[in-house]
């Protein structure tokens, strides 16, 4: 599964691995039922700084936490609980392959609002895939180095995410949105600046409001999903899972499920299609209707999967209303962080000063919004070092 290079010779020199955030416009808790997901790679970077030390150990360390985790090379100890459970999940995953990382200190940095949705945790995971890899001399092909990233958070920290944020943070290319079919991992890069298209922005709302996919509500959601998609596949085994599914099939099992396996079916049957026609409206540089389809898809994650807070949803109904938006929904896996709002670019400022007005009248919340352009993923950034990855975020 992967290729030991040839060892260089050892040095105190710290070596740094960027990876980004992201947003996803379309395509929401689909990733783990072979379904479809339209991310797109955003400015905000988290960077991972590794030396070689000679005690023997290996060090974490992070610019935005206090706590510091040393262990040897054969502590498997449980996981802590804290930030550093996504780093050292990905070094499990490592020695799981049989790459053994010479001793490190790796100090993490970076502007990743945490709690967001915009998958601070994948950007950490694949900024230090990147550095143990390269302190170890060896490597991984792209795909492979998402999976694992994906494994580490599923094994070690004990999250049940699917591998959207890991594969865009490591494969997204500037200029464009992924769309990404999460059952084979193929892909096809989507324009975002096809003819109207170019003419318009993507606005980052974020709600201020803090959620984490490791706790319950995110959980609870996921098995419900995966009981009604057993429902259906028990009367239907050809279907390999939800992906494949119908709506009429669905009706079909409603009485053999729970109203809420249903309901989360329903989403994510209908979320599968929405992406297939946003694909369309982007590949026809139609932002009019990108946006409708956007804003269908924030009431199926509003009343279908129920994964939306009072605050988000008063972002995307004032935001909708706004001249110059053509669309808004939650991103992310919910239960607070961030909304998604395709905007003209001639509008944007006025948009996002709009949202911040009205939602600190309302919630007397600040809760910042920034516009953003795609950037790449982590492979590209890496290797071209002088990348400024920064580029592309306006904070408003």
Same mark, same amino acid.
């Given at each position: 599964?992967?290729?030991?290079?040839?060892?260089?010779?050892?040095?105190?020199?710290?070596?740094? =691995? #960027?990876?980004?955030?992201?947003?996803?416009?379309?395509?929401?808790?689909?990733?783990?039922?072979?379904?479809?997901?339209?991310?797109? /790679?955003?400015p905000f970077t988290t960077v991972a700084s590794i030396s070689l030390t000679d005690d023997g150990l290996y060090t974490f360390r992070s610019d935005s936490f206090e706590s510091i985790r040393t262990m040897g090379p054969d502590?498997?100890?449980?996981?802590?609980?804290?930030?550093?459970?996504?780093?050292?999940?990905?070094?499990?995953?490592?020695?799981?392959?049989?790459?053994?990382?010479?001793? =490190?200190?790796?100090?993490?940095?970076?502007?990743?609002?945490?709690?967001?949705?915009?998958?601070?945790?994948?950007?950490?995971?694949?900024?230090?895939?990147?550095?143990?890899?390269?302190?170890?001399?060896?490597?991984?092909?792209?795909?492979?180095?998402?999976?694992?990233?994906?494994?580490?958070?599923?094994? +070690?920290?004990?999250?049940?995410?699917?591998?959207?944020?890991?594969?865009? /943070?490591?494969?997204?290319?500037?200029? @464009?949105?992924?769309?990404?079919?999460?059952? *084979?991992?193929? +892909?096809?890069?989507?324009?975002?600046?096809?003819?109207?298209?170019?003419?318009?922005?993507?606005?980052?709302?974020?709600?201020?409001?803090?959620?984490?996919?490791?706790?319950?509500?995110?959980?609870?959601?996921?098995?419900?999903?995966?009981?009604?998609?057993?429902?259906?596949?028990?009367? =239907?085994?050809?279907?390999?899972?939800?992906?494949?599914?119908?709506?009429?099939?669905? #009706?079909?099992?409603?009485?053999?499920?729970?109203?809420?396996?249903?309901?989360?079916?329903?989403?994510?049957?209908?979320?599968?299609?929405?992406?297939? *026609?946003?694909?369309?409206?982007?590949?026809?540089?139609?932002?009019?209707?990108?946006?409708?389809?956007?804003?269908?898809?924030?009431? @199926?994650?509003?009343?279908?999967?129920?994964?939306?807070?009072?605050?988000? *949803?008063?972002?995307?109904?004032?935001?909708?209303?706004?001249?110059?938006? +053509?669309?808004?929904?939650?991103?992310?896996?919910?239960?607070?962080?961030?909304?998604?709002?395709?905007?003209?670019?001639? *509008?944007?400022?006025?948009? #996002?000063?709009?949202?911040?007005?009205?939602?600190?009248?309302?919630?007397?919340?600040?809760?910042?919004?920034?516009?953003?352009?795609?950037?790449?993923? #982590?492979?590209?950034?890496?290797?071209?070092?002088?990348?400024?990855?920064?580029?592309?975020?306006?904070?408003?």
């Open positions: 599964m992967h290729n030991r290079l040839k060892e260089q010779p050892g040095t105190n020199t710290s070596r740094s =691995f #960027a990876a980004p955030a992201r947003v996803n416009l379309i395509g929401e808790h689909t990733d783990y039922t072979g379904g479809l997901v339209m991310p797109m /790679a955003i502590d498997h100890s449980a996981k802590s609980g804290d930030w550093t459970d996504y780093p050292v999940g990905v070094l499990r995953e490592l020695q799981t392959l049989g790459i053994a990382p010479r001793p =490190f200190i790796l100090q993490l940095s970076g502007n990743v609002p945490l709690g967001s949705g915009l998958s601070s945790s994948a950007s950490v995971e694949v900024a230090t895939a990147m550095a143990l890899l390269a302190h170890s001399g060896a490597e991984l092909a792209p795909k492979a180095t998402a999976m694992l990233c994906q494994r580490a958070e599923n094994n +070690y920290v004990g999250s049940p995410c699917g591998i959207m944020d890991q594969f865009i /943070a490591t494969l997204a290319v500037g200029g @464009s949105a992924l769309l990404l079919n999460t059952r *084979d991992l193929s +892909y096809e890069l989507l324009p975002m600046n096809k003819d109207a298209l170019a003419e318009c922005r993507v606005l980052v709302a974020n709600s201020g409001v803090k959620h984490s996919i490791a706790g319950g509500d995110y959980g609870l959601r996921r098995r419900e999903l995966e009981a009604g998609q057993a429902a259906l596949v028990r009367k =239907f085994p050809y279907l390999r899972d939800l992906g494949d599914a119908t709506l009429e099939q669905l #009706a079909s099992c409603e009485q053999e499920m729970s109203a809420e396996s249903f309901r989360r079916c329903r989403h994510v049957i209908t979320e599968n299609a929405r992406v297939r *026609d946003a694909g369309k409206a982007m590949l026809a540089g139609d932002p009019e209707r990108l946006g409708a389809i956007m804003t269908e898809a924030h009431a @199926s994650q509003r009343d279908d999967f129920e994964c939306t807070v009072e605050e988000v *949803d008063f972002l995307v109904s004032t935001a909708i209303g706004l001249s110059g938006c +053509y669309g808004a929904r939650l991103t992310g896996g919910g239960f607070g962080g961030c909304t998604v709002n395709l905007v003209s670019a001639k *509008d944007a400022e006025v948009v #996002a000063a709009t949202l911040r007005d009205t939602y600190y009248e309302r919630f007397h919340l600040n809760a910042e919004k920034y516009i953003c352009e795609a950037v790449d993923g #982590a492979i590209a950034r890496n290797e071209s070092p002088n990348r400024d990855s920064h580029q592309g975020v306006v904070s408003c």
